[in-house]
């Protein structure tokens, strides 16, 4: 409770603080901890090859189970992170967390499979990246064809050059970039010109509900571009076995979703690819 006379504009605003302000102040002071107190951990999601089925990359999803506030998602908590900048060692957690968790991949018997990492734009625009990425590379000593990072188009609204420069680096230490959420950005597609891209991501918006004629218009275009491009795609959000066929007859190669499977923890992927003996 303010005191009075400690200056209007705070007992102003506590007096005003609404619902909403303090929730995210709570999200705010829980996630400042979350690192240090163990509250994280990643699921995986198959990628799989259209044609055989066959699980080519996982995709690591971050999951919080917060002791107070319960078990919450990337959605409400990453941009959060963002905007304050936790995003920077939640990212580096997630980092060492993917690699550690792809040489146990490898113990496992999947010593072809690739991890694909989300990376925010402001954990990708920071000053140290390109260091901790190499210094966990040397850490666990992953062969980096097995790596994928997944950046947003919302990269390329800011400095192009930087971002050249940071997937120069990226690139060269033999790490793919794959363009997530594809098609659902504002920035023009000349980055795709000067950029050493590896993949596209159709966004899952574009494959949901029953594929209606404009998400069917907008498919083919990525399809088509992606195939001069010489980039490949990956259609997120697969849920049915009439998306699947679409796609695989109209060119997409890979798909992820809940028709193939949901994020799992680590033991249980381990565990669904064996009883699928993939
Ligand atoms: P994303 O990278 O586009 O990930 C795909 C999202 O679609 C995941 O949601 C996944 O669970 C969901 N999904 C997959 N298949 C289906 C399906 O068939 N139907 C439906 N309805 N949904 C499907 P999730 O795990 O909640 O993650 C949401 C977003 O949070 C991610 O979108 C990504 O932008 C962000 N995120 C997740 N983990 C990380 C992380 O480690 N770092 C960063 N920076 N962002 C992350
Ligand atoms: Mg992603
Ligand atoms: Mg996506
Ligand atoms: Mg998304």
């Known amino acids: 409770h303010a005191k009075e006379g400690n200056r209007g504009g705070y007992s102003f605003y506590s007096a005003h ?3 909403h302000v ?25 990628i799989v090859a259209l044609n055989s089925q066959k699980v080519v990359a996982v995709e690591a999803l971050i999951r919080w189970q917060s002791e107070k506030l319960g078990l919450i998602s990337p959605v409400d908590f990453i941009p959060i992170a963002e905007d304050t900048k936790l995003i920077v060692s939640i990212g580096k957690w997630v980092l060492n967390e993917a690699m550690e968790n792809l040489n146990y991949m490898t113990q496992m018997g999947h010593d072809k499979l690739s991890v694909a990492v989300n990376i925010s734009v402001v954990q990708f ?16 000593r ?16 800011n400095d192009i050059v930087k971002a050249q420069n940071v997937i120069e680096q990226l690139r060269n230490l033999g790490i793919s970039i794959a363009v997530d959420d594809f098609g659902t950005g504002y920035s ?28 069917v218009e907008i498919i083919n275009a990525i399809l088509a571009l992606a195939s001069s491009l010489k980039l490949s795609v990956v259609a997120e959000g697969i849920e049915t076995p009439e998306q699947m066929a679409y796609l695989l007859e109209n060119g997409c190669d890979f798909g992820q979703g809940y028709l193939f499977s949901k994020p799992m923890r680590l033991d249980d992927f381990i565990n669904w690819s064996m009883e699928k003996r993939l």
């Open 125 to 140: 625009y920071h000053p140290n990246f390109i260091e901790d990425v190499k210094m966990l590379i040397d850490k666990h």
């Open 142 to 157: 992953v062969d980096t064809k097995r790596l994928t990072f997944e950046v947003t188009e919302g990269l390329f609204l």
């Open 17 to 19: 603080m609404n619902e």
């Open 188 to 215: 023009s597609l000349s980055y795709l010109k000067n950029l050493e891209i590896n993949h596209l991501k159709i966004d899952r918006s574009f494959i949901a509900e029953s594929l209606d004629q404009t998400s």
């Open 22 to 46: 303090r929730k995210r102040m709570e999200l705010i002071n829980e996630l400042t901890h979350a690192v240090e107190r163990n509250e994280f951990y990643l699921t995986y999601q198959p």
